[in-house]
């Protein structure tokens, strides 16, 4: 059962470029979780997805930013004309069950380290 | 803000010794969950401890809970030079929005061989 994927692993974008960051879920997960870690610092929210529908975009910056999660296909963070604070790594997570059942684990993939030159 | 704070925020011990990492949060919690971070790469779950419960260990981790303080702790026993790693701490909220982890900024832990 391969775990929580995502690519690429590293993407180099200059200012003004879109980014687009892809995961695919673990096997069975039908519910996607993004965060971003800046250096030095812990990961913070982002947006939760389930399949067709965005739950919960309270983390995500208002503009430039948008994520879906179509009912094929992995999930999509999308940055818009990306600015050098946009540099961070990226991660995404997936739980089978979702917000109902609070005590689920989440897995996370490996990331996607974004660099903005 | 929910954050929690690790401390210390670098741990550097010989192989063989414990280590003890510890977490403090700010509001209710359903869970606190404890992962590792290897230089560069993902999140590895590691324990998740529920609000009733005070102690967890798994192999050479034991987690502690204490609600009342709003903190926990992560001792890792007889460590090795493959636990360096950086240990977040991360909390479920137990109002709205509980599905969101809110991860401290992490302890890094150095284990000389």
């Known amino acids: 059962n391969a775990g929580v994927m995502q690519n690429p692993r590293h993407l180099v974008r200059r200012r003004g470029q879109e980014a687009r960051l892809r995961c695919s879920p673990m096997?069975?997960?039908?519910?996607v979780y993004w965060y971003r870690q800046l250096p030095e610092e812990g990961l913070k929210f982002m947006v939760y997805l389930q399949k067709e529908n965005i739950i919960d975009e309270s983390g995500m910056p208002k503009e430039r930013f948008s994520a879906e999660f179509p009912k094929e296909g992995p999930s999509i963070l999308r940055i818009q004309q990306v600015v050098r604070g946009d540099s961070a790594a990226y991660f995404c997570a997936s739980s089978p069950l979702g917000g109902a059942i609070i005590q689920e684990t989440q897995y996370f993939g490996p990331g996607t380290r974004l660099l903005v030159l | 803000s929910q954050q929690g704070e690790e401390d210390p925020q670098a741990l550097s011990i010989q192989e063989g010794e414990n280590a003890t990492m510890n977490c403090s949060y700010k509001t209710s919690i359903n869970n606190l969950q404890w992962y590792r971070q290897n230089s560069g790469r993902g999140l590895v779950h590691l324990i998740l401890i529920r609000s009733n419960e005070r102690e967890k260990h798994s192999g050479r981790l034991r987690v502690t809970l204490d609600t009342s303080k709003k903190s926990s702790s992560l001792l890792i026993t007889a460590s090795r030079a493959a636990d360096t790693a950086s240990y977040f701490c991360a909390t479920v909220y137990s109002g709205a929005g509980s599905y969101q982890l809110t991860f401290g900024k992490g302890t890094k832990l150095s284990v000389i061989p």
């Open positions: 096997k069975g997960h039908s519910h």
